[in-house]
């Protein structure tokens, strides 16, 4: 039966995770003005909090589905601003190993943190377009091109790296393949300086003649279709995108939340609060534009549960995943803006940290897929047409 | 926990729905509009069905079903998908049935429920005042207590099915605090003395479903006719009931014109290719899918809050807000995706953009 | 110097005609009912109205320029309901008789009301499909096709119809020709029932292996090109499109205004006021509507003045017709839609002409060419796409 | 008569400082936002231009022009185009000078106005308050008579060139009335008796802005001081020019975000062919080209009812309702067409996002 109640267990584990976010909120002045320094792997207040993973043991059969429950986690952890206070290992590419992996690779890599690396300069959404090649030569991958936008890309201990071993193939040649630091070749260009997220470290990578062993495609050799056989490999990373997606999506939304949370503590203090059984013309502004808010995070939110919970179920998400991304790089957009709308000029001093879910917020309607292409995403499958028919 | 599962129940009761809109409502849905006129045999069709008795005791010849706000939701989605003027003619008795099923003494029960349990009967509520600015939780129209009974004062408007109900559910207030806490609920008959009913002038959109204007003056209503008798009702529930009705009816429109858009932009060529292949109007058909995926959520959400018991209303507010603006989007955008072809009354766009504009400010015209 | 005040005497013109409108609003509820009459050619209130041509020889030379002007006249009369009261000879066809006839043809027709008939079932704002054909035979043009959306295409004494005399030569092969009421193969199909604007007549015809002289090509023989001498009459016909784009966009706006006012005394009726110099956070949400409903359509008649007045100055207003009338097409849409949500339910009973602001205004976001492709007009022009490289 | 024309001086004005915009200013903008500093070059280039010297009085060391709020309406769109943080370091001194040029008596005049007609001379406004429902209809600052003095009691926060300001012209309320006609100016030297100044931790946008907060306890002023004397001044066309000058700013960061976005768009490819050839990138450029369009009469709108002397306050209101929300939709959506590339700090997309936003929610930091 239709429900969206959440259980004593789940909400207990929800306050820890915003208690945590909470704490650390003051360290975030500190490392958004030193964007160069990376955060320690662990803050003294860390200790204060029981790990996420005792308490998630009392979750039962009955509660919420597990992506379902990953959602709100991410939701929950997104709507405070606070640094992590205690990093775990696992990066985006620990995801593609887990997924795409055989059993040898992921014990070889499964504890260390590995990043992503996929866009190029050249390439953004359009992945086929990846300029980065890797040759066989003997037992050796040789990996050449440049990547930028990889998350983690600094503090890592390896990267999974998309490269084509055959251009002419298009998609289907495109192949992961991992490369720990310190392999010759590898080249660390630059870590970015961001609107926001300034805690995560976004780096440039080159690899010039970057060897790596035969060994480090993910997948291993089997990956390689043969010829004629299809891109099954290419779509095997394309669906991992299902649960990414409404993760992403959910840290926009967790965002929009937050923002909307902070404004109306502080329009609280300053006395204005929703009637909810007011009449709509005797609304102020403000409080009619806070009900907007929270209907459209919510909304937003709802679209989110919806494409993990299709996940949990089994079922095909790809619409629903979009669904999500779109909605929730909406109002990771609209909803800060909204905030500092009702908060004023004061909004935008360093005083206060309402101003950073803007910033941070704004990159949930770019990565994972800007806005645009989930939207395409949408309409190709709604109206039946093939990425070549609606591009 | 949270769960987007349907029970078998309701899944088979989205199936014959379905089936029902698409394949009997639908096709007459352009004809019904024009006409501004409902045909007998798919209101016979539709009351048959047994949406509206569905939860009347079977003691009192109902089928006795669960009261669940998650299925109303759902079977008004359906039918507001296949004609929305043809589904509130169907289930605006639900403004008279379910509150007394929710709210009513057992000798309201007995007494007004069995008017619903063989052929189609009409009934409705009247909530709607003349004024712009009017809203539910500041009413102008008055029940004082005298004696043994209720005088109601006041003027109700668009109240559909006012032509033919036989009682009217008519929402006052009896204290002098605002708030929809402080509702009441008075049953009364078309033939009560002192109510002047009197046809209205038309609609914008719902042509079909005819309007009345009513009239109280120091109408008498019986003790016994107060809903929920002494104990009264939970306003703000009732309330609830009645405005998901109208957003699930708007949802079912909206939902309409989307799929009736998408392979209209799959086939329709201009400048050499489908229309659809143009990003801009691909992106608006995506945005008009995912709006309507939106507004489903934000519906069961406020929906599963009533099943639950819990006070919805701040979630049915937000659930309002919502859909009013994604539905009444939705529905606009479908009719500028068929350009001039939708402007014109033989395609159903322009029809859809006048139900999904009144759904969307009416409180009601059906209740979840 | 920059300015937008006027003058006296147009304001006199203005409220002149803001009158007749509302003296027409007693009928306009009947012939939203009656759509298949036609209303006459005069009501007695007419009587009550000096003609505006009086009026305007009142006009100064420093007064707005005359294009300029039009659009607030264009603007005063769309925000009233009010059927016309007296109407004038000419229809959208005259304006290209004015514009591409030869003085022989312009004595000849311009007398009468022509209609103006381009739309076909399969070319909406795509006139380079137009499938119809006129083909020479002897001294007689044949026309043969379907054509739709033929404004005042009942009452019109004639109609301005393009055929293509070449499919090969594209937009070039795109011809316009007179065609009288009553030649035999010109048949009306039918006509329209819309959504609103129902007092205008839009008709559907079908020409079969229909007759006419050879004179009766617009701007005669040498509209014809030579081999090789580009199209330079279809650009002169579009060309055309320049003026009547601001001029719907002035219409669409024009029902937004009205709407708007509307709105502004039922509100005031019931004691709901915008108060200019309240605080933002003590505004009411339907007073903050109001400012953002005013505010949208201030700018969107802005930038229809604009355009005119760069005709009036004789300078290219390609760009700005089409940003007039993309902002007319938005606002004719939101703003009968805002104003009905501030009026609530009751502003859907047929007791009050305000719904029909929105029925009638939405018309303006399609003819003419959809908000869509003014988009892609403006597009081309920012971008330097031509629109084979941008469609 | 309605007209958009120009000037032939205003055409000049116009030219010549979107030269000094595109070739001066612009190739700096984004390593003075990174350094958070403002280089003294030019700072005393743009100074050099004589923008806030050109309507104080030649006698007094001035150019004597006209003063004409379309004129500053102009001159700022340009220099916000440039660079909004260099413009409000040259600027920001209009909020201390137009007002005595057009409130100030013949005495305030000559004492104060010479100070900016010489090399660069920063002096503020103080308006802003620390609460987040501030508005300055609303002000918590008084100014109460004592004798031949007026004292001020009240904070002021984020005012700009607080660091180096000579002067500040501080707004306060001198009666109980709310609304913009009780609202009166002072002068105050930085060293006033019971001020406090200090240094604010820094704003999202016109970060090498340093702003400071500003504590009135009991500061004295003599009633020479009071803006006007005792006629006092006109509040309403006092803040209209105040927030006219923000929005003129916000509207150049718009134009500037949107002609960077175009060539961008026109070249980078991706999917085989340059993004714009996108109907969804090209529809959201021909936007941003539209709302800058309206955004720009809707400015001269207000500013020409103020040259004409009219009272401005509705369309002040109108213009900056519109620029706040479409310049902040325009920069937000420059920054999508790059996608990832405009979230790094390295093209200024980002920082156009930021100076939008800050400037959409301040009063000033100039005045037209």
Chains 1, 3 share one sequence.
Not at chain 1, 327 to 354: E, I, W, Y
Not at chain 2, 23 to 43: F, W
Not at chain 2, 216 to 230: T, Y
């Amino acid at each position: 039966m239709v429900d969206f109640s959440i259980s004593e267990v789940d909400n207990e584990i929800l306050a820890q995770l915003r208690a945590e976010g909470k704490a650390g909120e003051k360290y975030t002045r500190y490392y958004e003005d030193h964007e160069e320094e990376i955060i320690p792997k662990k803050f003294d207040e860390a200790d204060d909090f029981p790990s996420i993973m005792s308490l998630m043991k009392k979750r039962s059969f009955d509660d919420t589905p597990g992506a379902t429950f990953q959602m709100l986690l991410i939701m929950q952890r997104a709507a405070t601003l606070g640094v992590t206070l205690q990093t775990r290992t696992g990066g985006l590419g620990n995801a593609a190993l887990g997924a795409a992996g055989t059993d040898e690779q992921k014990k070889k890599w499964g504890g260390m943190t590995l990043a992503m690396s996929i866009t190029e300069p050249g390439a953004g959404s359009d992945t086929k377009a990846i300029q980065s090649t890797a040759r066989l030569d003997g037992d050796e991958w040789v990996i050449n091109g440049d990547k930028i936008f990889v998350t983690t890309g600094i503090r890592c201990e390896g990267v999974v790296v998309w490269a084509t071993v055959d251009k002419a193939a298009g998609r289907a040649g495109i192949k992961s393949f991992v490369v720990m630091k310190g392999t010759p070749g590898f080249n660390i260009v630059r870590k970015e300086k961001k609107l926001g997220i300034r805690t995560s470290d976004t780096a440039a990578y080159s690899f010039e003649e970057c060897r790596i062993p035969r060994e480090n495609l993910l997948g291993g050799d089997e990956s390689v279709p043969k010829p004629g056989q299809g891109s099954a490999s290419y779509k095997g990373v394309l669906k991992t995108f299902n649960m990414t997606r409404p993760a992403v999506a959910a840290g926009g939304v967790g965002k929009a939340k937050g923002a909307l949370e902070w404004c109306v503590d502080a329009l609280k203090d300053e006395g204005v609060e929703v009637d909810w059984e007011a009449s709509a013309h005797n609304r102020t502004s403000a409080q009619q534009t806070l009900i907007e808010m929270e209907a459209d995070t919510d909304a937003a939110a709802l679209t989110v549960l919806r494409a993990a919970w299709l996940a949990d179920k089994g079922q095909p998400n790809n619409v629903e995943a979009s669904v999500s991304k779109s909605k929730g790089g909406d109002v990771c957009r609209t909803v800060p803006q909204r905030a500092m709308n009702l908060l004023g000029a004061m909004s935008v001093s360093h005083d206060h940290l309402v101003e950073v879910y803007l910033r941070d917020g704004r990159i949930s309607d770019i990565y994972e897929g800007t806005g645009q292409i989930q939207r395409l995403i949408i309409a190709r499958n709604i109206l039946g047409f093939s990425s070549a028919e609606l591009s | 926990m949270i769960t987007f599962e349907l029970t078998e129940e309701q899944q088979l009761i989205s199936d014959m729905l379905t089936s029902f809109a698409r394949d009997e409502m639908a096709p007459k849905a352009r004809d019904i509009d024009e006409a501004s006129e409902i045909p007998q045999d798919i209101l016979t069709a539709g009351w048959d069905l047994g949406l509206v008795s569905a939860t009347i005791p079977e003691a009192l010849g109902g089928s006795g079903g669960e009261r669940s706000p998650i299925t109303s939701a759902i079977i008004l989605e359906k039918l507001g998908y296949g004609c929305a003027s043809i589904a509130t003619s169907i289930m605006a008795p639900s403004l008279f049935v379910q509150p007394i099923v929710d709210f009513g003494t057992d000798d309201q029960q007995s007494e007004y429920l069995s008017l619903f349990t063989g052929d189609y009967h009409a009934a409705s509520m009247a909530l709607q005042e003349p004024h712009f600015t009017f809203d539910v939780v500041d009413m102008k129209t008055t029940a004082e207590k005298n004696g043994d009974s209720w005088v109601i004062n006041g003027v109700k408007r668009l109240v559909p099915l006012g032509t033919t109900a036989s009682h009217f559910l008519v929402i006052a207030r009896t204290g002098k605090d605002k708030g929809l806490a402080n509702i009441d609920a008075f049953i009364v008959p078309r033939d009560a003395k002192g109510l002047t009913i009197e046809n209205e002038s038309g609609t914008q959109g719902l042509k079909p479903v005819a309007t009345s204007s009513l009239t109280f003056d120091s109408v008498e209503v019986p003790a016994k006719d107060r809903l929920g008798g002494d104990a009264g009702i939970d306003g703000r529930r009732l309330i609830n009931t009645v405005r998901l009705g109208g957003a699930a009816l708007a949802l079912g429109v909206a939902r309409a014109a989307t799929d009736f858009a998408i392979p209209y932009a799959r086939d329709r060529v201009a400048f050499g290719e489908p229309i659809g292949k143009k990003q801009s109007i691909a992106f608006m058909l995506s945005d008009m899918h995912s709006d309507c995926e939106a507004m489903r959520w934000m519906l069961w959400k406020a929906a599963s809050q009533l099943e639950n018991g819990d006070d919805a209303t701040k979630a049915t507010t937000l659930a309002k807000d919502c859909i009013n603006r994604l539905a009444l989007r939705v529905a606009d955008n479908a009719l500028q995706v068929f350009g001039g072809h939708g402007y014109i009354r033989e395609l159903p766009l322009e029809m859809w953009l006048r139900n999904a504009r009144t759904l969307t400010l009416l409180e009601g015209p059906v209740a979840v």
